[in-house]
């Protein structure tokens, strides 16, 4: 027992020393600008087990992990809001068999992200599910709705969850919310007429607005991600986010997901600063 105690004693006091260099290492970060969204693709958890000879499923329960510590690290820093590409609807194409397991698996971490312990308890986060929920299994889907309910009140960090999610879907699902509003909203939603008043074409109210998109976009709660990190080295977006990525840094770390740590996070971060002014005028030029 007393080995079990002094090893406790020492595993705390590291984690406490780690955390106190974190908040030093992000108060200066804080000099410059802070992101107030980072989204995640979580690239290479599959490669990731297979170099290891791991079994298959492994490599996404240490990503899982790998995830909780950069939920961790994100509120540490103050960012209110963090998206993760969790699966994709082109993922329903791999083998029956894989599908199931990562569906078991993620009814299992749903689970787990509810346990009074966990870390969307302990830091206030809130969890959105997002995208086409209604390709998941029924138990899958129940899930992610109690867990949305469970954590509705949370306010601290807001946490999205992009499974059975593309962005061509997500665009496809907001022009076709936008039409039928418009057609609940006009007493002639055929009509095509269009006035002309001295010399100016008038719009005609069943027109889509850019505006109207945005508003039913899947991930309208939020505002647009600051900066993406892809890791694995890639720098495909892979229908991720597409809508809202315009004036957003990437960056591709060549570590596999599960191989990502802190100082990984700091210098996306840092290489965010360095060109924010950019990103800021490109912006303000568009609108």
């Known amino acids: 027992m007393g080995s079990v105690g002094s090893f406790l004693s020492k595993y705390f006091e590291k984690e406490s020393m780690l955390s106190l260099l974190r908040r030093g290492v992000f108060r200066i970060l804080t000099v410059g600008p802070t992101p107030n969204h980072i989204a995640f693709i979580l690239d290479g958890n599959r490669r990731y087990a297979q170099s290891l000879n791991m079994k298959e499923g492994d490599g996404h329960k240490i990503g899982f992990l790998t995830l909780m510590s950069m939920l961790k690290y994100c509120y540490e820093m103050g960012v209110k809001y963090v998206t993760i590409y969790a699966f994709s609807i082109d993922n329903f194409k791999r083998k029956p068999h894989e599908v199931q397991n990562l569906m078991n698996l993620m009814l299992e971490k749903i689970e787990e992200l509810l346990e009074e312990e966990s870390i969307v308890h302990n830091f206030g986060i809130r969890v959105h599910f997002i995208g086409n929920l209604m390709l998941l299994n029924?138990?899958?889907?129940?899930?992610?709705?109690?867990?949305?309910?469970?954590?509705?009140?949370?306010?601290?960090?807001?946490?999205?969850?992009?499974?059975?999610?593309?962005?061509?879907?997500?665009?496809?699902?907001?022009?076709?919310?936008?039409?039928?509003?418009?057609?609940?909203?006009?007493?002639?939603?055929?009509?095509?007429?269009?006035?002309?008043?001295?010399?100016?074409?008038?719009?005609?109210?069943?027109?889509?607005?850019?505006?109207?998109?945005?508003?039913?976009?899947?991930?309208?709660?939020?505002?647009?991600?600051?900066?993406?990190i892809r890791t694995s080295g890639e720098t495909r977006l892979s229908n991720f986010l597409l809508w809202q990525t315009t004036y957003c840094h990437l960056y591709s770390p060549s570590v596999l997901w599960p191989n990502i740590s802190f100082w990984h996070l700091v210098w996306g971060i840092l290489n965010y600063q360095r060109v924010h002014s950019y990103l800021e005028k490109k912006r303000k030029k568009t609108f």
């Open 138 to 228: 029924e138990q899958v889907r129940a899930a992610a709705k109690k867990a949305m309910a469970a954590t509705a009140k949370n306010d601290k960090v807001v946490l999205s969850i992009c499974v059975a999610y593309t962005s061509t879907d997500e665009i496809v699902h907001a022009i076709q919310e936008s039409y039928n509003e418009k057609q609940e909203e006009n007493n002639e939603p055929n009509s095509n007429d269009i006035g002309v008043h001295k010399g100016f074409v008038e719009r005609n109210p069943n027109d889509i607005k850019v505006t109207d998109i945005e508003r039913h976009m899947y991930s309208a709660f939020a505002p647009d991600p600051d900066i993406l």
